[in-house]
């Protein structure tokens, strides 16, 4: 009995920790919803026709990205593309001059995937 107690709190305390963080998102969703597409949201903030409000929409996206783990490609990579992306995120959302440029670059698609993206 006290095993069976001990497992369903654990279940309760994931669950509930899993439900806290509302930013949390898998890396497919991110894409989808975020990078995918001539008209994203990535697109947009990337060439200077987003919001503010897109630009921080983006950079709830992106922040997701280094606590999930890539199909392929080794972790240290995975931290410094992602924190690149955030940090040319931030710098758009912040007004940065030339932080379009950077935010273009950091969300190379091509380069990512190809050490990433697996099959
Ligand atoms: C920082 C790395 C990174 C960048 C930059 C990036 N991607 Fe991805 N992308 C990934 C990874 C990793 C996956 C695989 C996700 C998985 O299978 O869980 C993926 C998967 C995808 C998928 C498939 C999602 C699905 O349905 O499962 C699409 C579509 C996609 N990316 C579009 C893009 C586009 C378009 C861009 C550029 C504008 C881009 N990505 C930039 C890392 C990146």
């Keep these: 009995m006290k095993k069976i107690v ?11 920790l899993y439900a806290a963080d509302a930013t ?8 989808k919803e975020a990078m995918k597409g001539d008209t994203s949201l990535h697109k947009k ?3 200077g026709k987003g919001t503010p409000e897109d630009a921080a929409k983006l ?4 922040k997701s990205l280094p606590a999930e783990s890539p199909p392929e490609g080794d972790a240290a990579s995975w931290k410094s593309k992602t924190a690149k992306l955030i940090e040319a995120a931030q710098a758009v959302a912040d007004g940065k001059p030339g932080a ?8 190379n698609c091509k380069a ?4 990433h993206k697996g099959k």
């Design 6 to 16: 001990t497992l369903l709190t654990l279940t309760v305390t994931c669950v509930g």
């Design 24 to 31: 949390k998102r898998e890396i497919d969703v991110v894409m």
């Design 45 to 47: 903030v990337a060439t």
């Design 59 to 62: 950079l709830d996206y992106v």
């Design 100 to 107: 379009t440029q950077l935010l273009q670059t950091a969300g």
């Design 112 to 115: 990512c995937h190809s050490e």
